[in-house]
């Protein structure tokens, strides 16, 4: 069963650090572009980062650049985002989401909670 | 970038149509045929419907149809059935960083 399972989700102080992760399986890990998706409570969905399958090129949303870095371990089938310095505003549902249809997403997690607050 | 714009909400009874706008710039809907779209139900994860405008993947009812015209990209619902409230989602690939962007969204009440 294709599949991606994330984690590493939970609560934080604003200014903290966390790490998420999202495990595939079922499919060619090492061949696709990942995303990261976010949906804060109540509110729409928000495109976050990418990373090409050989893990060389990578993107942000101008809200995440230089805070969040996404990257990926092709042999353990593993997406991560590493946030840092992280706000009350990045408070949100993160789905891992793989881009295995042309230019769009064909495959979710069910997403990981991230909530940051003092 | 500025998300893609779509009406908050749309509404119909069983059996009728309803059709979601999309609407962007020339800069990503208007000059790509590279719109998605995507149901969510409460409480659950995104499922795609719609890739490049107007494909349906495998298993999506034929019930939904893609469309655009200039730098307007829309989703059609025909038959209306109360499974289909949810929520809907458009999404585009666009020409500047950081080229990617998701709609407003819009909420389909089945009344």
């Known amino acids: 069963e294709v599949q991606l399972v994330e984690s590493g989700g939970g609560l934080v102080q604003p200014g903290g650090s966390l790490r998420l992760s999202c495990a595939a399986s079922?499919?060619?890990?090492?061949?696709?572009?990942m995303h990261w998706v976010r949906q804060a409570p109540g509110k729409g969905l928000v495109w976050v980062s990418v990373i090409k399958p050989d893990g060389s090129t990578t993107n942000y949303a101008d809200s995440v650049k230089g805070r969040f870095t996404i990257s990926r371990d092709n042999a353990k089938n593993t997406l991560y985002l590493q946030m840092n310095s992280l706000r009350a505003e990045d408070t949100a549902v993160y789905f891992c989401?793989?881009?295995?249809?042309?230019?769009?997403?064909?495959?979710w997690g069910q997403g990981t909670m991230v909530t940051v607050s003092s | 970038q500025s998300a893609l714009t779509q009406p908050p909400s749309v509404s119909g009874s069983p059996g009728q149509s309803v059709t979601i706008s999309c609407t962007g710039t020339s800069s990503d809907v208007g000059s790509y045929n590279r719109v998605s779209w995507y149901q969510q139900p409460p409480g659950t994860a995104p499922k795609l419907m719609i890739y490049e405008v107007t494909n349906r993947p495998s298993g999506v009812p034929d019930r939904f149809s893609g469309s655009k015209s200039g730098n307007t990209a829309s989703l059609t619902i025909s038959g209306l059935q109360a499974e289909d409230e949810a929520d809907y989602y458009c999404?585009?690939?666009?020409?500047?960083?950081?080229?990617?962007?998701f709609g407003t969204g819009t909420k389909v009440t089945v009344l």
């Open positions: 999404f585009s690939y666009t020409s500047s960083s950081p080229f990617n962007v």
């Open positions: 079922g499919f060619t890990f090492s061949s696709q572009w």
């Open positions: 989401t793989r881009a295995g249809a042309p230019y769009a997403f064909d495959i």
